[in-house]
């Protein structure tokens, strides 16, 4: 069975600061990625994902992760923060070979920039 | 088009009662999903609906958990004999029903148990 590690359970960072949120899945098989935000009193939000393709994936809102197999990880960055990607940041794996509809999440990021 | 909607939106019980959480998905959507969130925890899934498939119940936590999808469409969670560790939010989500389709989440439950 697949399992997420999201290492961090909390990031603070001034705005306009880098920032990196850790993903790492453990099953070497094909896999599918994704990753979910949801903001303070919402639901989830689809982020961006990975299907295939190229490894760099970006959202309209300026985060991107990259797929590394070889680590089998799926960090997702951001070059400079708002004050407005406060929110809780949720990877989610999925199987690729079709063993498994359902999704697996980490148990999340809390991303929290200061002015 | 509207979005995965769920009610009610907050449930104040007491220890021992039952309750009943509703999930009404996105329309034409064939895969239901149930996860838990609780504090710290992430989500925990719960029970997963294919189509006319059986349901994956491999999540729910006992027996005073079960959930049913009626008509493929609407599902209800019924959680019997509450107990204060069930306290949390309960999320729905719902969608095209193949792996690589990302889940549309409603807004949650959220469930205390006094």
């Known amino acids: 069975a697949q399992s997420v590690t999201q290492l961090d359970s909390q990031v603070p960072v001034f705005e306009e600061a880098p920032v990196e949120l850790r993903c790492n899945y453990s099953s070497s098989v094909s896999v599918y990625l994704f990753w979910y935000v949801q903001y303070p009193n919402q639901g989830l939000q689809l982020l961006l994902k990975?299907?295939?393709?190229?490894?760099l994936v970006e959202s309209i809102n300026g985060f991107e992760a990259e797929f590394n197999k070889s680590q089998t990880s799926f960090h997702l960055r951001k070059p400079s923060v708002h004050i407005s990607d406060t929110a809780e940041y949720f990877c989610a794996v999925t199987d690729a070979s079709g063993g498994s509809y359902i999704p697996t999440f980490g148990r999340g990021t809390s991303l929290i920039v200061h002015p | 088009g509207a979005g995965v909607s769920q009610s009610p939106s907050n449930k104040v019980t007491e220890k021992g009662k039952d309750v009943e959480l509703r999930c009404d998905p996105i329309?034409?959507?064939?895969?239901l999903y149930w996860y838990r969130q609780s504090l710290g925890q992430g989500l925990e899934f719960l029970i997963y609906f294919q189509g006319n498939s059986a349901p994956d119940k491999s999540g729910l936590p006992s027996d005073r958990f079960s959930a049913e999808r009626t008509g493929g469409s609407v599902s209800t969670l019924t959680i019997q004999r509450t107990q204060q560790e069930d306290s949390a939010v309960y999320l729905c989500?719902?969608?095209?029903?193949?792996?690589?389709?990302?889940?549309?989440f409603g807004n949650g439950t959220r469930l205390t148990v006094t």
């Open positions: 989500a719902s969608s095209l029903g193949v792996n690589n389709s990302p889940l549309h």
């Open positions: 990975y299907l295939s393709g190229s490894t």
């Open positions: 329309s034409g959507h064939t895969a």
